[in-house]
């Protein structure tokens, strides 16, 4: 039976996009064997390689002077490959709202002179700095557009002149945002894109000729970029399975469709949550995330019968990060509205039992 997943990451499928991917698990198209099995040099697969990428950029809307790519490694190995790709001046700044903010910092630090314009580590992330000035000269600021652990995301990017480089692996695809607006966009695809495996890279055309002198071939966005992200073999059933979550986004309705949804599954759950004098969202109202919405009981011990009692109920994987604790609710585009419906009203059954 399928329960309801609210998986941080990877996450819950569209359930079409499984059965879609079971069906064709054995013999693909007619070809007598499954994608799994088949040469990334192969017809079927460029077409599926290239379809990925069509659907992607008529989602996003994605200009014609931003390459895309579909690299190996995670956001993380981005993290590093970042620095590595531009580097003019060797000089960047960082805003840090969250661990993977911080990690991407650190990775960073290795190859200039990288700095922190502002962090809201002070009050453990619950919000999202305003008002930052950066420094003149840098490469670019990278940002996290929205964060996973801490549920907060940016309801209007920073001002600058530099270039923005932003890690939006947990909430690309979901609202509608002007690719226009960045330099950069990263994300790994394990939460709105599709299975863990594949990162999607889009890239301003300006800026894929500048890089590191030490930056090795497969961190070279300009590598990928030249073989349409078959310079080596790509993760192939990865790509294929994206492929199906993209179909599936653009037969519902795409972004604009998907980010109502989002926007009413949110409010559903943020309002119950406002309503109570049993569970807290500690972070702040402007900045909170559709997509991860972190909240606690009254204690951690009952925090922890939640998550079990709801786990029994259908309800999973709803354990909270450690550096926050108590639970998370991921609801990410495939997550139906009746999962959240159906959330809410445990939340109000547990509250009734345990006040
Ligand atoms: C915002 C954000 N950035 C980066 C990462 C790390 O991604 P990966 O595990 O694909 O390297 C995650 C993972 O959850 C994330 O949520």
Known sequence: MRVYNFSPGPSTLPQEVLTKAQKDLLNYDNCGFSVMEMSHRSKPYKEINQKAQDLLRELMNIPDNYEV???QGGATTQFEAVPLNISVNKKADY?????????AYKEAL?????????SSEDQNFTYIPKNIVFRDGIDYVHITT???IFGTKY??????SAPIVADMSSNILSEK??????GV????AQKNLGPAGVTVVIIRNDLVDKTHELCPTMLKWSTHIKDQSLYNTPPCWSVYVMMLVLEWLKNSGGVEYIQKVNEEKAQILYDFIDNSDFYVNKVQKEDRSIMNIPFTTPSPELDEKFIAEAAENGLK???GHRLVGGMRASIYNAMPIEGVKKLVDFMKKFELENK
Do not use: R, S
């Not at 805003?95 to 990690?103: E, L, P, Q, R, S």
């Not at 309801?155 to 600058?160: D, E, G, N, S, V």
């Open 185 to 188: 966009i990263y994300a790994g």
């Open 317 to 319: 994987q709803l354990k």
């Open 177 to 182: 945002m002007d690719v226009n607006e960045f």
């Open 146 to 148: 929205n964060n996973t």
């Open 95 to 103: 805003v840090i709202t969250g661990n993977f903010a911080k990690k």
């Open 155 to 160: 309801a209007k990017l920073p001002k600058t």
């Open 110 to 118: 290795k190859y200039g002179d990288i700095a922190i314009a502002a």
């Open 69 to 71: 790519i579909f690299v």
